[in-house]
């Protein structure tokens, strides 16, 4: 079972959930934690494993042959996205804008546009227990987080069995990150806070994964602050909210020594549960 952790906004908890359920998971079951906000990853802050991979990730960007190419501009024609320009006696590649499709490598008919790996991030892998611990890294200066995503799910998908419970820490907003992040979930847990501002955000994430046809739960973080229009609406809209985690300073002294929450507070570790009987109950079925 896939089950993505995203919000509207940042700044709910979706990392606090992600750890705290992680690890309270592989307690029984083996457990994936995948940390797909590349470009800002603190999963790793809370989780204490061995390194047992590590691995830098390339994308390929189109390189302009100057002496094969005859400057037909077909390569700009085909750019859907702006990244390859002829300017008069030459063609100029932004690999800020480049999405590696290879449109314009494949049609171009001198062949003077060949695709070359470009270094964009890392990955490591690392175990505590039955929990594995995936973390993406895109390098400073890097546009797109998208295809480091998607190389880490294919990574995931690719070295670990499908029995085994994976959790991707998504990356916040409603952006193509988060598209790309959710996409393969079978249930995406939307973390929202009982403020003005988290149900505005909520409301644009649940926009997003109806349109995307997903099956979503939310979970309110930070409970007992703001108001209850959170509630109200995911009661109006008729959406199950799976769990309520506390408001408590002791949550934040903990969580600002990065330790995990679950072990030192009951009532956060009953809500918790909430949470993972829920997977389990569905784990291998259908939502």
Request: negative net charge; proline residues 5%; contains cysteine.
């Amino acid at each position: 079972m896939k089950i993505a952790i995203a919000s509207g906004k940042g700044g709910t908890g979706k990392t606090t959930l992600s750890t705290n359920l992680a690890v309270y998971l592989a307690e029984q079951h083996h457990v994936v934690l995948t940390d797909l906000d590349v470009e800002e990853p603190n999963s790793g802050l809370f989780i204490h494993g061995r390194q047992t991979h590590g691995q830098d990730m390339f994308k390929l960007i189109p390189n302009w042959d100057k002496a094969a190419c005859f400057l037909c501009g077909k390569c700009q024609e085909v750019c859907s996205f702006h990244a390859v320009m002829k300017l008069g006696s030459m063609v100029m590649v932004f690999p800020e804008l480049c999405h590696s499709c290879h449109a314009c490598s494949e049609l171009c008919p001198a062949q003077a546009l060949p695709m070359q790996a470009v270094k964009m991030g890392e990955l490591r892998q690392y175990q505590a227990g039955k929990l594995d611990f995936i973390e993406s890294r895109l390098d400073v200066g890097q546009e797109q987080a998208v295809p480091l995503i998607a190389q880490s799910l294919e990574f995931v998908d690719k070295n670990f069995a499908s029995t085994c419970i994976k959790l991707y820490d998504a990356p916040p907003g409603t952006s193509c990150p988060v598209i790309k992040a959710t996409q393969d979930a079978d249930l995406v847990i939307l973390i929202t806070e009982p403020t003005p501002f988290g149900l505005h955000d909520l409301k644009l994430a649940i926009e997003t994964m109806r349109e995307m046809q997903k099956a979503f739960v939310v979970v309110v973080n930070r409970f007992g602050i703001g108001n209850d229009e959170v509630l109200r609406y995911c009661e109006a809209e008729n959406i199950q909210v799976l769990a309520k985690l506390p408001n408590d300073r002791h949550i934040a002294e903990l969580y600002s020594r990065g330790e995990l929450i679950y072990p030192h507070i009951p009532e956060f570790a009953a809500q918790l549960r909430l949470i993972g009987d829920f997977i389990t109950n569905h784990q291998g079925g259908h939502l």
